[in-house]
């Protein structure tokens, strides 16, 4: 096993820049020698290239590069050792994840329950267990075997933007504490079990924001709708009034006494 590991980096949000700190401080071992950023929060994507220190030739912004052929020719060429994708919004096509031996992605659920796109929100509407996972990239949206997880239970006071903010967390120090065995080969990842499959699209959290006034909801099916289309100051849930739409958001507190 080589000391220094070579890597290519898809870094994106909070945890994109967390990881890229981590990795930086490791400097000894791991060397970022190509980045990857989403290009959706300027300010994070200039913090996660300075935690880096790498050269500008060396970053690339968007999904257009690693889709161009030219540059999957030199991004095969490369010979990296790992490829990790933190919170990267596209799937890596194969020409791209099979050009390094290991592979790592981030996602924000206890695979194989909630593959896709917000899997937060749907644990809050159907009480499916809430975890992190780090899995190999493989084909298809979160199908490669895992490296690690942990279930992160939610609280019964959390909104949406209470355990997304927790799963971050999470996802980060799960990578801190398991990369050094994942890059040492001391994790056999395994097999996810497919017959537990769930997927979200991401069209279909669309489908979850408009409460039907005329309609019979028990009152915990409406106040994990609230829930789970509640990010901070926002809420996402909405009715309709004489063709207006009234958008609604909840707090929940163990006592009478809001902050």
Not at 164 to 178: G, H, S, T, V
Request: proline share 3%; with cysteine.
């Amino acid at each position: 096993m080589k000391n220094q590991f070579k890597i290519a980096l898809f870094a994106n949000h909070y945890p994109g820049l967390q990881i890229a700190r981590y990795l930086a401080a490791n400097h000894a071992t791991d060397t970022v020698a190509a980045l990857y950023l989403a290009g959706e929060q300027a300010d994070n994507d200039r913090a996660i290239a300075e935690a880096l220190n790498i050269d500008s030739d060396r970053v690339f912004v968007g999904r257009a590069a690693i889709q161009d052929a030219e540059h999957i020719q030199w991004f095969r060429a490369q010979d990296f050792d790992a490829i990790i994708c933190v919170y990267w919004p596209w799937l890596l096509g194969k020409e791209a994840f099979t050009a390094a031996p290991i592979t790592v992605n981030f996602h924000p659920a206890l695979l194989p329950i909630n593959r896709g796109w917000f899997p937060h929100v749907h644990s809050l509407i159907d009480g499916s267990k809430t975890g992190v996972t780090l899995h190999k990239i493989e084909d298809g949206a979160d199908t490669g075997s895992i490296w690690a997880q942990k279930e992160v239970p939610i609280a019964p006071t959390d909104t949406a933007k209470d355990i997304y903010d927790r799963l971050q967390q999470e996802i980060i120090a799960l990578f801190q504490q398991k990369w050094d065995d994942i890059k040492h080969g001391r994790i056999t990842p395994t097999l996810q079990n497919e017959a537990g499959a769930v997927y979200h699209g991401k069209k279909e959290i669309e489908g979850l924001d408009r409460i039907d006034l005329d309609r019979d909801y028990s009152a915990r099916e409406l106040i994990n709708r609230m829930r789970a289309r509640t990010f901070g100051n926002r809420g996402f849930a909405y009715y309709e009034e004489n063709g207006e739409k009234i958008y609604v958001k909840i707090s929940l507190s163990r006592s009478s006494k809001f902050d």
